[in-house]
């Protein structure tokens, strides 16, 4: 049996994984160092969304080797998950001048944003991901018929936009506030006072300031 997706379930996809991503990370946190922290990506909500675009990413490029030899599964994940790693660990410091994590203490990094522990991760999540969690979303989908569904995903689709956007926007006017550069407009004076330094840092609670890692 060959398993497809429409658009709508890739959605469910990646809602799923968001969430299933943020309790992970809280719980593991929890585990770690006794405390829940913020494990969030966005500003608003509870979405993990590195966790979201991996299972999405996982199932585009898996779905059509359900019946591949695990070997190859193997390395098609290690190989994808370890470049979108890569990508985000890139894409957050450039753009956010942040850092979320560092492997630079760990055996056969690269530059501290990917390393082969992590790497091995991948490539077998990917072989889980293809005989178990790609089932189980078939069957859920098959068997459940969510009222409203196009409204629901849209709605959610448009939530995820705004949000997107206040969090960068956000996280642009941080960097600015510590260049000492002062609001210029009504909405950047909005971002001052309800997305000051003090509440940035207990949203990204992980994240550090690029170099200070």
Known sequence: MT???????????????CYIGYGVETL??????GFIESRKALVLGHLSIAYGMGAVLLTLILVNFEHSQLWKVFLISFLSGTVVEYICSWGQETFFHT?????SH????????????????WGFLGIGWVKLIIPLFSSVFDKVNIPFENIIIYGFITFLIF???LSATAGIRMNQRAEGIEPRNRYEEFLDTHYDDETMHKIYANSVPAGKN
């Not at 593991?28 to 160092?33: A, G, M, R």
């Not at 690269?110 to 992590?118: E, S, T, W």
């Open 28 to 33: 593991w946190c929890l585990i770690k160092n």
């Open 106 to 121: 760990l055996p056969l990094n690269i530059n501290g944003r990917v390393c082969l522990l992590y790497s091995l991760f």
């Open 3 to 17: 398993f497809k997706y429409n658009f709508f379930q890739y959605v469910w996809i990646f809602i799923a994984a």
């Open 163 to 165: 949000d997107a956007f």
């Open 99 to 103: 850092v979320a994590w560092d492997y």
